[in-house]
């Protein structure tokens, strides 16, 4: 028998897409974690430290609650996301996968308009609407009978605001996602629903809801390794110390001020690469909780359907 030839136009066609993602992703990854394992002299020279950074991080008095405080920040900064945008990206998706609404594309383009804009722009836009001195959001929020504050200038609101300022911008992604797994159902398995009395609200729970479940699960893990990679928005808004008092501080945040430095905070790349260690491990831990949670639970439906 003739031997099968080795697939060489396999590797032509996945070299480039290789050595560009690894030149820019993958060895940066890598070299950002050696980098974390040394210490720097006030000579300048790198010496190994193990894990010496990570006992600094978690038990200096300086930067151990800030790191605490962004890990937290980080975890309600998710939550909302998770809550607010994706179940808003669901309901818009239902909405517009339907076929009684008109001009549905006009509405899919403007929902997924903001998700291309510059977050610099989106950001000075909003920090413009909320100004309390001459924005619009006081004359909007009075209609409503709620008095208007400095939202982003205030320790308790300036998390939450900023939150759904990040939603507004990126809620068409999911809706896109949704939208797409929706469009995709065959009508005769809804037909055949509805042929046995069920009505709008089961047919989306009963028949369509478990249908999209893999594109449920691949949004929120999205949606997780976004938000602890987030800090452009947080960055352009409270500028880098994340203010007021720290409220809105993210693991990005902590970490631009760690690895280079802020105002009279000296920069550190080995505690920067430190800081961006533990965002790392973090994700890593969140992927491998929806690879071998959510993706064997999926598994295991479809085994016994």
């Known amino acids: 028998m003739k031997r099968k030839s080795f697939p060489w136009h396999i590797v032509v066609f996945l ?3 290789v050595i560009v993602y690894s030149l ?3 060895f940066p990854l890598i070299d950002s974690l050696r980098l974390s394992l040394y ?3 006030p000579n300048g020279t790198e010496i190994y430290n193990g894990l010496g950074n990570y006992q600094t991080l978690f038990n200096d008095p300086l930067l151990a609650p800030r790191l605490w405080g962004a890990i937290k920040n980080n975890i309600i900064f998710f939550v909302i996301h998770m809550v607010v945008q994706n179940s808003i990206g669901l309901f818009l998706a239902s909405l517009l996968s339907s076929t009684f609404i008109k001009g549905r594309a006009i509405y899919r383009t403007l929902i997924f308009t903001p998700t291309v804009l510059s977050v610099v722009l989106v ?3 909003w920090r413009l609407i909320l100004s309390p001195l001459w924005g619009i959001s006081g004359d909007f929020l009075a209609l409503f009978g709620v008095k208007n504050q400095p939202w982003l200038g205030l320790v308790d ?3 939450p605001v900023l939150s759904l300022v990040s939603v507004w911008q990126y809620v068409g992604i999911p809706m896109m996602l949704f939208l797409a797994t929706l469009i995709a159902i065959p009508d005769e398995i809804v037909e055949a629903a509805r042929v046995d009395g069920a009505g709008a609200w089961i047919v989306f729970w ?5 249908l999209i479940l893999p594109t449920v699960g691949i949004v929120a893990v999205l949606t997780f390794v976004g938000n602890f990679n987030a800090f452009d928005l947080i960055y352009t808004t409270q500028t880098a110390l994340a203010g007021p008092e720290f409220s809105t ?3 990005g945040t902590l970490f ?3 690895f280079f430095g802020f105002q009279l905070q000296p920069g550190s790349p080995t505690m920067g690469a430190t800081v961006a260690g533990v965002m790392f491990l973090i994700i890593l831990a969140g992927v491998l909780v929806y690879l071998f949670g959510w993706q064997r639970r999926l598994l295991k439906m479809e085994i016994e359907l």
């Open 15 to 17: 070299a480039p897409a």
């Open 24 to 26: 820019f992703m993958v």
């Open 39 to 41: 210490t720097t002299l």
């Open 123 to 125: 950001g000075f836009i």
């Open 157 to 159: 609101t300036a998390l």
């Open 206 to 210: 009963r028949v369509k809801f478990p």
């Open 249 to 251: 501080d993210l693991l």
């Open 256 to 258: 631009y001020r760690t």
